[in-house]
């Protein structure tokens, strides 16, 4: 043992202090060694990601382009968009650019394609659905309406498509669904999409909803425009007029209420006859659906749906009010910090 009296001679044994330092240096090396090493296969990892993440996008882009009968760099605004998207939202750049594609696919330029992809997100997120089946459906079925694809216009129906999905017993895509089955045939309705959007509605609330809703409604709306032999003669015999003094179908709301009216006071075998005259039998638990909702019930839900400014994004919020929906947008900011590393 080491003999540290200040007896005799005053010089210290530093000789155990020196061996700590010198363990201390060589710790203090290994474990730079260490974090070096750690953070040189991190970055190798995002570096080797990263190049599969550029790569994929690359290809949606081109592909986009190639839809567009453009070349890439013709295209450059729209890229930069699907990057912004890809940093701002839930969706990643890739699945924006997919979104992309099919607005393509519905014969949108690359403006317009730009100008209504946020609203495009806005949908997809309120409806919680994917964004590339959002951007499909939406173009669908405003073409098949007959509305013209701009922003106004696809902020307007997706927001009367969110409040129809939250005041009745459809989701966003269903009604979406029922929207592309029931097609032209719904183009004319005097009430435009909140009179459709409150029968598909009203007719999810009895059960019938995405196509099967879609189906049941252009059926119930043929029987009116296209009666047969017998239904026409008794459409007169009630009084029962579905067209209007200028030749323009009526209002659903109208012609049903107008029915409703016509048959008070009848046993319900005599409706039941009446009903099985007018329309389909397979249709005709829709009809009685849609006749019961009539009134007060119907006044509600549209006048709902027609003040439907701003529903499509406070859905969209409410979708993403959570842990999870932090997570997806983290992630989708990190495929953010991707394509800038692959670039």
Known sequence: MADYSITGDTRLDTSGFTKGVSSMTVAAGNLISD?????????AGLAKSSVSVGMNFDASMSQVAATMGKSV??????????????????FTATQAADALNYLALAGYDADKAAEVLP???????????DLAYASNLATKAM??????????????FGNKLAVGASRAGATVSELGEAILTVGGTAANLKG???ELVTALGKLADIGAVGAEGGTHLRNIILSLQSPTDDATKLMQKLGLQVYDAQGNMRGLNEILGDLNSAMNGMTQGQKDS????????????AVKGLLAAQGEQWDTLAAQIDSADGAMGQM????????QGVMTSLGSAFEGLQLAVYN
Do not use: H, P, W
Not at 73 to 90: F, P, Q, R
Not at 121 to 128: I, K, T, V
Not at 274 to 285: G, Q, S
């Open 274 to 285: 009446i009903l099985n005259r007018l329309f389909n039998k397979t249709d005709l638990a």
């Open 316 to 323: 969209a919020e409410t979708q993403q009010d959570n842990l």
């Open 143 to 156: 073409a098949s309406l007959g509305i013209e694809a701009t922003k106004s216009n696809l902020d307007e």
């Open 73 to 90: 760099d013709e295209i450059d605004n729209l890229t930069k968009v699907a990057k912004e998207m890809g940093s701002t939202t839930k």
């Open 192 to 194: 435009g999409t909140t």
């Open 35 to 43: 974090l070096t090493k750690t953070a040189a296969t991190k970055l």
């Open 119 to 129: 609203s495009v997100l806005n949908l997809a997120a309120a409806g919680g659905m």
